[in-house]
């Protein structure tokens, strides 16, 4: 492994943003019928922030039982919601929207303490995206009849839906928004490792005046996600998370009358010709594989370049990887934060060291790692073929893999070869190579000049063991429609 120290023409003072912004109580209840209570058998769990491991609070978590108690709320709440006009549903999606863009500061502060990103990713990204989904699917509410899925879609029912940890308040937009919109009312079960965020939502909805019953949140781990989906009571339900845990829940709901969306893992191509523009093709792959620390289903941890532009591609890559801050989430200089939970930054540690021992060169840029919390600095691997296991597994962590191609047909071959088939990105000048590769490429999504841009209007989605279903955009109504 080699480490380069390269020094800096620019040194940046901290610029922390102020904790005293949000306010952590010590403990957090389940949130069911419009109520924060206490877990059935009285069992809760610490939530750590993974930059200092400190315990941020206590949660209460959910069991069988208040799946249950959940499932029974939220089947009363449908009733009622679904019988009210598009437009009355919209109002309250609208209030949400704009309740979280008054508290976007708040709620992006509170996001980086409990899942370790940078806040400039938390206050730049994850918070305008949260309220654009609820302000794109407010505007659908009362328009369902013109959505081209017939001429009166029905909602399903009450949605089942079990979100990550490295967006923990973007993936319940995603998936709460076009619920509500359509008429169902939700149970959703947030990461153990990022409850926060979620149960603050909770607190959204009764200040924007929410029904009760329509949104409730259960904290918890594995197990309340695995009652959840297989309660007879759910009609719909929705996962974002592994590979092996969707598989797992596609055989819980075969057989039933559920209906089934997952977005699943990924191990992305991020594919350089070699008439890319290089300074701008550098930046986008530091977005595609370095933003959230590479925890992102659809990052870019494979980076397929052409020969010619090998050499010269990897020096502006190494350069650009030299100015990397990480350190404090909170501080708005920082570009690299802190792994999610130990347990994750545990297999990226063992997938790297499989990478050298597979014989792979490992390089990452100097940097001081703080001494408490979850670390791991930016890593690039060379000489790595598709043989290799970082070539192959997910690594969900901030490495970067590197292999070469000769020609457009090579470079689509080695992106396609993958169990995988969630995102992929093209960097050329030539608008009728993007077209043709883009054509060619398994993926749900295909960025070209650029990375990692999300808009609500646009569907997103996988193929292959990435999952199936479509999320944002119209596509995103039909997962919560009997059409």
């Not at 315990?55 to 029974?72: I, M, N, P, T, Y």
């Not at 509170?110 to 995206?129: F, H, Q, V, W, Y």
């Not at 010709?273 to 990052?299: K, M, R, S």
């Not at 090998?310 to 934060?337: F, M, Q, V, Y």
Request: glycine share 10%; hydrophobic share 40%; proline share 6%.
């Amino acid at each position: 492994m080699t480490i380069e120290k390269r020094s800096s023409a620019f040194e940046y003072a901290p610029a922390p943003e102020s904790r005293a912004i949000v306010d952590i109580a010590p403990s957090y209840g389940l949130f069911i019928d419009g109520e924060f209570i206490e877990a059935a058998d009285g069992k809760v769990f610490k939530t750590l922030s993974p930059s200092t491991e400190e315990v941020l609070s206590e949660v209460a978590q959910a069991g069988e039982a208040d799946v249950e108690r959940a499932v029974k709320a939220a089947r009363k709440a449908f009733e009622t919601w679904s019988a009210l006009p598009g437009s009355e549903r919209a109002k309250y999606l609208f209030r949400i929207a704009r309740i979280v863009q008054e508290r976007s500061r708040e709620l992006a502060v509170l996001e980086t303490l409990d899942n370790g990103k940078p806040i400039r990713e938390t206050r730049d990204a994850d918070l305008p995206l949260v309220a654009a989904h609820f302000f794109y699917y407010a505007g659908w509410a009362d328009k369902l009849e013109h959505a081209g899925f017939g001429p009166h879609p029905r909602p399903l029912g009450v949605a089942g839906q079990v979100i990550p940890w490295n967006f923990p308040l973007l993936m319940l937009a995603w998936k709460i928004a076009p619920a509500l919109a359509t008429g169902n009312t939700v149970v959703l079960k947030p990461a153990e490792t990022t409850p926060l965020s979620a149960l603050f939502f909770a607190d959204i909805c009764r200040q924007a005046g929410l029904p009760k019953g329509v949104v409730n949140i259960l904290p918890g781990y594995g197990d309340a996600g695995a009652a959840l989906v297989a309660h007879p009571g759910v009609d719909k339900v929705a996962f974002t998370g592994s590979t092996a845990v969707g598989k797992e829940i596609a055989r819980t709901v075969a057989g039933t009358r559920k209906k089934l969306t997952l977005e699943l893992g990924g191990k992305g191509a991020n594919i350089v010709f070699d008439d890319a523009p290089l300074d701008q093709a550098v930046e986008g792959i530091v977005n595609g594989i370095f933003f959230n620390q590479g925890q992102v289903c659809c990052a870019g941890s494979r980076l397929l370049v052409q020969e010619s532009v090998h050499d010269e591609l990897l020096d502006a890559l190494k350069r650009r990887l030299g100015t990397l801050r990480l350190g404090d989430p909170l501080d708005k200089n920082t570009d690299i934060g802190a792994i999610n939970s130990a347990e994750q930054l545990a297999r990226i540690t063992a997938l790297a060291e499989r990478g050298e021992a597979e014989g792979a060169e490992r390089w990452s840029p100097a940097c001081d790692l703080p001494e408490s919390g979850y670390w791991f600095a930016p890593t690039l691997f060379t000489n790595v073929t598709q043989a290799h296991t970082i070539a192959r597994e997910e690594i969900f962590g901030p490495v970067l893999s590197v292999l070469t191609f000769r020609t457009p047909d090579e470079a689509v071959a080695k992106a396609n070869n993958t169990p995988y088939g969630l995102s992929a990105g093209i960097w050329t000048e030539k608008g009728s190579r993007i077209l043709a590769v883009a054509n060619k490429l398994r993926a749900g999504v295909v960025w070209s000049n650029t990375f990692n841009k999300f808009d609500p209007t646009s569907p997103f989605g996988g193929y292959k063991e990435s999952g199936f279903g479509r999320e944002g955009g119209r596509h995103g109504l039909e997962a919560y429609l009997d059409v």
